[in-house]
């Protein structure tokens, strides 16, 4: 059986007159997209118009529900009680939900994003009540989680859950390093890296030392100044090492 990736891309995360990313040029190199849903960046019109070239790049939705925190982004940590975050989660799926119907499309998954994303992988009781609120929502819909404890207590709550590994952040004995600025990537190191977890299950610390991986999905950055490129690179590496990019499902 051939091997099989999904890549995801965060995107739709412009608001207002603020623009981030060039999801146009970005969006067509990933198999599927995560898009904000209004708690940290992407007003409904940029929902809308990121859910129209999902839909022409032939790729799959979810939705990237994030803590209340438009200002900072959603990177800064906000202590929240799990059955409201679970509340929250569902109110800004629901937003994509609606709008994706409208265009023909259905969001097949959900990617907690930024510091609610940190707070999933060590909060169990948080990541339980997001994996329970998503499974009672619909219990085909997948929730894309770091690989780790944090996944399994939202697996373990009922959820569909497709673990994942970055390829263009770095990692160190602490876990995953989220950058306040995203800088550019070399696209022939992100690819390398790809291919790297697809074949080999590992992926290289900060250090230099190797972690073992086993995922279904890496994801990507869209608002790197060189995203696209990056994106571009990566696909064509995976398909030239007999590895195809395939959408969750």
Excluded at 157 to 176: H, M, T
Excluded at 182 to 194: G, I, Q, S, W
Excluded at 214 to 243: I, M, P
């Amino acid at each position: 059986m051939p091997l099989s990736i999904d890549i995801n891309g965060d995107a739709g995360e412009s608001y207002g007159r603020w623009t981030l990313g060039d999801d146009a040029s970005f969006l067509p190199h990933v198999s599927s997209v995560n898009i904000a849903c209004g708690y940290h960046g992407g007003d409904p019109t940029t929902m809308r118009q990121t859910v129209r070239i999902a839909k022409a790049a032939g790729i799959g939705i979810g939705a990237h529900p994030s803590f209340p925190d438009l200002m900072g982004f959603g990177r800064r940590m906000i202590t929240v009680a799990p059955n409201e975050m679970a509340d929250m989660t569902l109110y800004q799926v629901g937003a994509l939900v609606a709008i994706a119907r409208t265009e023909g499309m259905k969001v097949a998954h959900v990617k907690p994003h930024g510091a609610f994303y940190k707070a999933c992988s060590i909060d169990m009781a948080l990541s339980a009540a997001i994996g329970a609120a998503i499974a009672a929502y619909d219990p085909a819909m997948v929730l894309v989680l770091l690989a780790g404890p944090g996944a399994d207590a939202a697996e373990s709550a009922g959820a569909r859950v497709a673990r994942e590994a970055f390829i263009d952040l770095d990692y160190d004995d602490g876990g995953l390093i989220i950058e306040r600025v995203p800088r550019p990537r070399d696209p022939a190191v992100v690819a390398e890296r790809a291919v790297r977890v697809v074949k080999e299950g590992k992926l290289a610390k900060l250090d230099g030392r190797d972690m073992d991986v086993a995922v279904s999905t890496l994801c990507l950055h869209g608002d790197r100044v060189n995203s696209a490129e990056v994106a571009r690179v990566v696909k064509a590496t995976l398909l030239a090492n007999g590895v195809a990019v395939e959408a969750l499902k």
